[in-house]
């Protein structure tokens, strides 16, 4: 097998939207077709090694760049702010991924597609699969963002300002602190996402010899967007929805996302599983070999589980 790193040909989608990096990633004897969604500020490259897990598990894989991140197209002149004035602007964005590669790959192959997703991809993934239920086979979040965890500031001081500076149109400013952040240059000791300093190097290298795909942080109005999503998914009935079923991965340690939140909305899921990995911070993914392999296990046996259910 070609390792994901030498065979990515970045593929440009284009919608009604912006102009969106994505790429496939075949396998031979394809048992499935995996929709894999990275998180705010992420980029296809920082997945490498994800894509072939996956693949060596039989998954042929189709991974994007979310509008505004990555090598994807920028929508402020600004181009490390993260920005959006609506999440349902990041399901368009889903949308043309699996209508234009994925469902495609998957229809040609003659498997079904399932999908993997981190943190805010994640979030964005709940959303799909409330909107088109029997999409997927199977769903796994790796710490997805459900609840955003304030760190120090209490919520409802985060929701007030954020009301209060978008209250005549969605900021464009970042939001406090994010202008001076800087991946390339902040030091493991200062990091949250992960306890691994191989894995954490590796991408800061990355991103030293690709500043372009570069994002530093997210803006008021991308904030006030992800507030007023988070509300959708916490609606009455919301949770109860979704059928697809689906692991949840939580992290012990996250300080990024609420992993208690997380417990909670899935105990509503009617097919839920929920795994938390005690120790490991936010970026799962990228943690240490440790926590990963608690994670691939648990994926394992939800993948063998699932296959032996019969069909409705």
């Given amino acids: 097998m070609v390792p994901a790193a030498q065979c990515f040909t970045p593929i440009a989608v284009s919608d009604a939207g912006p102009r969106l990096r994505c790429g496939v990633f075949e396998v031979e004897e394809a048992r ?139 900021s464009t400013e970042f939001v406090w602190g994010m202008a001076k952040r800087d991946q390339r240059t902040l030091p493991f000791a200062a990091n949250i996402v992960t306890s691994d300093p191989l894995r954490y190097a590796r991408t800061r290298d990355f991103l030293i010899a690709h500043s372009d795909l570069r994002v530093a942080g997210p803006t008021w109005g991308w904030l006030g967007a992800a507030l007023g999503s988070i509300a959708l998914l916490h609606s009455d009935g919301y949770a109860e929805a979704i059928t697809t079923p689906t692991l949840l991965l939580a992290a012990g340690h996250d300080q990024v996302c609420d992993s208690d939140a997380l417990a909670r909305f899935g105990a509503r899921m009617p097919n839920a599983r929920l795994v938390c990995i005690a120790g490991a911070e936010h970026e799962i993914l990228m943690e240490r070999d440790v926590f990963r392999a608690q994670l691939w296990a648990a994926l394992d046996d939800f993948m063998a589980d699932i296959t032996k259910r019969p069909r409705v």
């Fill in 32 to 170: 499935g077709v995996c929709v894999l969604l990275n998180g705010q500020t992420e980029f296809i490259e920082k997945y490498f090694e994800v894509i072939d897990e996956l693949r060596q598990r039989g998954l042929a894989v189709v991974a994007m760049d979310w509008r505004g991140q990555g090598g994807s197209q920028r929508l402020l002149p600004d181009p490390l702010k993260a920005h959006v004035e609506d999440f349902a602007h990041y399901d368009s964005d889903l949308d043309a991924l699996i209508e234009k590669l994925a469902r495609p790959l998957a229809q040609k192959l003659g498997v079904p597609m399932l999908a993997m997703a981190h943190s805010m991809g994640g979030h964005l993934l709940v959303r799909r699969l409330h909107d088109r239920q029997g999409e997927f086979a199977f769903a796994a979040l790796c710490a997805p963002m459900i609840v955003i965890q304030p760190r120090g500031t209490p919520w409802w001081v985060v929701e007030k300002l954020s009301r209060f500076i978008n209250r005549h149109a969605p």
